[in-house]
């Protein structure tokens, strides 16, 4: 049984740059929440996408932005990267009202 | 405001011997879960136990054990027996309603054998 997969595992972008990140959820799982995870810092939650709508989001600008498709799978789109935005990015996927949250191994963002 | 604080950014602990990490929560809602991550060099985010805040007996998981003071809202996490694979970051997180964890800055700790 497959868990969360995310790619890319690492990716290099220049400032002012656009960013696309990618997770799969683990099988089984309809919800899938991102979170940014600076260096030292614990994860911040970005926001959460169920039935392809975004239902809660954290306190981030709307540079960032997702998407939901009809398979579950996420993506994390980042537009006019800035230094501040290199970081961990984590996708956690869940079943709807469950209590199984399942994280991927990340990927990592470095804006130069 | 949901917050959640780790004072122990870095622990350490002989090969066997027992650690406790400690946590520390604010929030004005009723309902909610607690739970300890670990994070090792993998970046991947690992369960460690969970605690449901209505129940009052605390959670274990083999040699991983909690203390739940609600009414201090604290959370404590107790490794008993420690193992060079529990070498790690360890995250203390808050969930009340919502399902959006609010996480803490993170306990490094190092087994050392």
């Known amino acids: 049984d497959a868990g969360v997969t995310q790619s890319p595992t690492h990716l290099i972008k220049t400032r002012g740059q656009q960013v696309t990140l990618r997770c799969s959820p683990k099988?089984?799982?309809?919800?899938v929440s991102w979170y940014q995870q600076a260096l030292g810092q614990g994860p911040q939650f970005i926001f959460q996408?169920?039935?392809?709508?975004?239902?809660q989001r954290g306190n981030f600008p709307d540079r960032f932005s997702g998407h939901q498709f009809p398979n579950y799978s996420s993506e994390l789109n980042v537009n006019a990267l800035l230094l501040g935005d290199s970081a961990l990015y984590l996708c956690?996927?869940?079943?709807?009202?469950?209590?199984?949250?399942?994280f991927g191994s990340g990927t990592r963002l470095t804006v130069v | 405001a949901q917050t959640v604080t780790q004072s122990q950014p870095e622990m350490s602990v002989q090969e066997a011997e027992t650690v406790t990490l400690s946590c520390t929560y604010d929030?004005?809602?009723?309902?909610?879960?607690l739970f300890w991550y670990k994070q090792p060099p993998s970046r991947q985010m690992i369960l460690v136990i969970r605690?449901?805040?209505?129940?009052?007996q605390n959670a274990t998981e083999n040699r991983f054990s909690v203390n739940f003071q609600k009414a201090a809202k604290s959370f404590s996490l107790k490794i008993s027996d420690s193992q060079l694979g529990d070498t790690a970051m360890y995250f203390c997180?808050?969930?009340?309603?919502?399902?959006?964890?609010?996480f803490g800055t993170g306990t490094s700790l190092t087994v050392i054998p």
């Open positions: 099988s089984g799982h309809d919800t």
């Open positions: 605690q449901e805040a209505y129940k009052q």
């Open positions: 929030t004005s809602e009723s309902n909610y879960y």
């Open positions: 956690a996927s869940s079943l709807d009202q469950g209590e199984g949250y399942t």
């Open positions: 997180a808050f969930m009340p309603t919502g399902n959006q964890f609010y």
């Open positions: 996408y169920y039935e392809e709508e975004e239902r």
